[in-house]
């Protein structure tokens, strides 16, 4: 079993991340967070926001709705050009985006073998051949943005459709923020929220997905008058970034930087840097980060008729600011920390987060079941703790099975209350990694377990 596998079965079984609807077959690569993805999901997202909103001066919030206006994604491009190449086999009538496939093309060049190839099976007909080009049809381009209707008459008035992104609410909300809580520049908005896109292609778990969640920043500067001036900025989001990987425990050494070239960029982009991670399957984006310039504010304000420029008071002028974007996304976030912090031996299978992520901080166990005077006081031990922090009760099997259940979940500590507790009111710790146990006194875990737990 390969680590995806090892990752995937994991999940299901200890309620990380199941599949969407199972009991009615599934839908294509849909699917829902369980107890414990639930909690590692708001322990990213929890992060970042502190990280990048709480704790800086120049960052506000939105949470802006799901389903706008059409005429924002007609302002944008998207409705125009939002699109991916598609091809279809003449054959199995199998769909599939044209640069996915001829990137399989690439590693069945390198090994003829399908197996070896480990990719999608979209791109294995039924004749059980990978496509030829003869018999595929000529690329045509496909809108990724799923539609919907608004109201109850359905005509080309009440089209409406799922946001493909979180980015546009922030520029067409731009005035709205700086009129209630103005700033200078530079400045950023934040927002973490669903988007939605009709992927051709979709695969390998949690990493393409139709319905997924981003967190991203739309950082705004005044317009540079030299390429210095911008790459300023952009070199401090860089390095952010990095120092987010650090943060959250994705292993750096599977981190490497891609310089988008011209010509490959978005329309709006004058420079991307997509921030790659070494999955099992192979290197692909994990984040992105963008310099979009002013397209975005000068389209809307063209295309709505409404003054969306900055007003700077200092030089008593007004521009449209420039913008950098950092992109993470949360579910590929879920997928590269749940790579990076799987390990095994003959003996245990570790998640090895970082505590402040991990989805239960510490679990009590009472060392046996049938004292109740050891079971009362590991209870109380437990009642007072899971006020200020996400605390397990286990009181199953044999001391050993707790220890190795908890640490396949990530649980970073586990406290056990045994006969010596009774006598001196200490209780055992045992640290997830190191398998070390210390005794601390039952007054002051509170206090031990806040200093663990800064990040």
């Not at 491009?77 to 003449?90: N, S």
């Not at 007004?318 to 003959?346: C, M, N």
Request: net charge neutral; glycine share 4%.
């Amino acid at each position: 079993m390969d680590l995806m596998e090892k990752i995937v079965s994991l999940c299901k079984r200890r309620g990380f991340v199941y599949p969407s609807s199972e009991i009615y077959g599934g839908l294509s690569n849909a699917w829902d967070y369980g107890p414990l993805g639930t909690e590692l999901k708001k322990n990213i997202k929890d992060l970042w926001w502190r990280t990048f909103v709480h704790r800086r001066d120049d960052i506000l919030g939105l949470d802006a709705a799901l389903i706008m206006n059409p005429k924002v994604w007609q302002a944008s491009g998207h409705v125009e050009g939002f699109t991916d190449p598609l091809r279809e086999c003449k054959i199995c009538h199998q769909r599939f985006r044209d640069d996915a496939w001829k990137e399989f093309q690439k590693e069945l060049k390198k090994d003829s073998s399908i197996k070896a190839a480990n990719t999608d099976p979209v791109f294995i007909c039924t004749t059980g051949k990978a496509h030829e080009e003869k018999d595929l049809t000529q690329q045509r381009n496909f809108n990724l943005m799923f539609k919907t209707q608004i109201g109850p008459v359905e005509d080309d008035s009440s089209i409406a459709y799922l946001r493909p992104e979180t980015a546009q609410a922030m520029f067409v909300d731009f005035q709205n923020i700086l009129s209630s809580y103005p700033k200078k520049l530079p400045f950023g908005v934040a927002q973490i929220g669903k988007a939605f896109r009709n992927e051709i292609t979709t695969g390998n778990f949690l990493f393409r997905l139709r319905e997924f969640e981003q967190m991203e920043i739309e950082y705004f500067i005044a317009p540079p008058k030299n390429d210095n001036e911008w790459q300023k900025y952009y070199e401090q989001w860089q390095k952010a970034m990095w120092q987010w990987f650090d943060s959250v425990g994705i292993d750096r050494n599977k981190v490497h930087e891609h310089e988008i070239p011209d010509g490959e960029r978005a329309h709006y982009s004058k420079r991307t840097i997509d921030f790659e991670f070494d999955y099992p399957f192979g290197t692909k984006e994990l984040y992105g980060l963008a310099y979009r310039t002013d397209y975005d504010l000068s389209k809307h304000q063209k295309y709505s008729g409404r003054d969306l420029e900055y007003f700077d008071q200092e030089t008593n002028s007004k521009f449209i600011p420039h913008v950098i974007e950092p992109t993470w996304g949360v579910d590929r976030s879920v997928l590269a920390i749940l790579l990076s912090s799987y390990w095994q031996d003959e003996k245990r299978a570790v998640l090895k987060f970082k505590p402040s992520l991990a989805p239960i901080k510490m679990a009590v166990f009472p060392l046996v079941a049938n004292k109740e005077n050891i079971v009362n006081k590991a209870r109380n031990v437990y009642e007072s703790l899971k006020k200020y922090f996400v605390t397990a009760w286990d009181d199953r099997g044999n001391i050993g099975k707790r220890y190795l259940s908890q640490d396949e979940i990530g649980t970073p500590w586990c406290l056990t209350i045994d006969y010596q507790t009774l006598d001196d009111d200490t209780i055992t710790i045992r640290d997830r990694d190191t398998t070390k146990q210390q005794r601390v006194k039952i007054p002051d875990l509170k206090k031990y377990f806040l200093e663990k737990l800064e990040d």
